[in-house]
């Protein structure tokens, strides 16, 4: 047990050791100072939008700070409580430490995987779209407990998300969900996510009780924000409007307040339908195609770099999880082979091993390619 105790501990110092210098501690205080600088200015409230920035950003910026040193203390702390035990022989205090250790370690693991999120577009909020594929009835379903599971998640984290629209399919569930995630990384984490979702269970659709296997697609987009360059002329849009509809296709209001807007160069289609008004739905509608067509543009990018580097292997599959509930219980990750059987957890949002494994398998995959 003490030879545990040691390698651990001389693993979590040496985890600590690499976040601070991918995290720049120094560079960190700088700009917390910078920022508090700003915070300060009597003039900061005159344009709110610039306010709020400043102090969410600081805000953020002391609370990484605070939990880096934490964590140092932490394991300070741990490394005396171990001793104690050993010099006491005290099997409650050698219990007491196991446990710090095993909250520790996690809280470590997390902040390690937070640096691996060094992506051009990582730290910035998301957009998640879920759409329904191949499986009927039973896909739209699926979508629907796709979107439940992923606002479980950011409802556990405190990450405030916001359904920006919902298309009902006839019978039940969904044909497509759009929802945004608004805290800093949110596209980092849930990037690992996009791909293809399978499920396999007793269809509850089917008055024969047959297994029925049904597919739905995530898509996560980067954000936009105001520093970026994507402007879209408007005669490459083609802008409808419509009444928003609930389950059933019933009309949820009496006025044509929802957009669809297509970009027809890409044929690029986002609904928006959640907003009060026909002008809160375009804007919206509009930041989300500006988002998706940032990111087209960086997967274009990425794409030209890596023929002329003549990497051609394809990072993605189709498929990226597997969630079986008959005649097994399993939800497992195809590409890192990460696999849980308490399946009704992961519905409900138990997801961050997952997300981890997945931002892992991600970042080794791109060093691969470099190399």
Not at 8 to 31: C, F, H, I, P
Not at 130 to 141: C, M, T, W
Not at 277 to 291: E, K
């Amino acid at each position: 047990m003490a030879a545990d105790f040691d390698s651990d501990l001389t693993e979590l110092k040496a985890t600590m050791a690499s976040v601070r210098q991918v995290t720049d501690v120094g560079e960190l205080r700088a700009r917390i100072s910078e920022l508090e600088s700003a915070a300060a200015a009597p003039d900061l409230w005159d344009d709110q939008e610039r306010a709020q920035r400043v102090t969410s950003r600081l805000s953020r910026a002391n609370a990484e700070l605070e939990r880096i040193l934490g964590l140092d203390q932490r394991i300070e702390d741990l490394e005396v409580l171990v001793e104690m035990a050993r010099e006491e022989d005290d099997a409650a205090t050698l219990a007491e430490a196991e446990r710090e250790l095993a909250a520790v370690r996690r809280e470590v693991g997390e902040l390690e995987v937070k640096t691996l999120l060094s992506g051009e577009y990582d730290a910035r909020e998301a957009v998640v779209t879920i759409r329904s594929g191949a499986g009927g009835v039973d896909a739209a379903d699926f979508a629907e407990m796709l979107l439940r599971m992923y606002l479980r998640w950011a409802e556990r984290r405190d990450y405030p998300a916001r359904v920006m629209d919902t298309s009902y399919a006839e019978e039940a569930g969904l044909k497509s969900a759009t929802f945004e995630v608004n805290v800093p990384y949110a596209y980092g984490h849930l990037s690992a996510e996009a791909g293809t979702h399978r499920l396999v269970r007793i269809s509850p659709f089917d008055n024969q009780g047959r297994r029925q296997t049904s597919f739905a697609a995530v898509e996560v987009v980067p954000l936009i924000e105001q520093t970026d360059h994507i402007d879209i002329p408007e005669n490459e849009i083609k802008v409808d409007v419509f009444r928003s509809s609930g389950p059933g296709g019933q009309s949820v209001n009496t006025t044509d307040s929802a957009v669809r807007m297509t970009h027809l160069p890409t044929g690029i289609v986002v609904s928006m339908q959640n907003e009060k008004s026909q002008i809160q739905n375009r804007a919206a509608a509009y930041r989300v195609l500006q988002s998706r067509l940032l990111l087209l543009r960086q997967q274009e990018e990425a794409a030209a770099k890596k023929e002329l580097a003549g990497d051609v292997k394809a990072s993605w599959g189709d498929q990226m999880r597997s969630y079986v509930l008959h005649p097994y219980q399993m939800v497992k990750d195809l590409r890192t082979g990460y696999e849980v059987g308490n399946t009704s957890a992961v519905f409900d949002g138990d997801i961050d091993a997952f997300i981890e494994a997945g931002i892992r398998w991600k970042r080794a995959a791109e060093r691969g390619g470099q190399a």
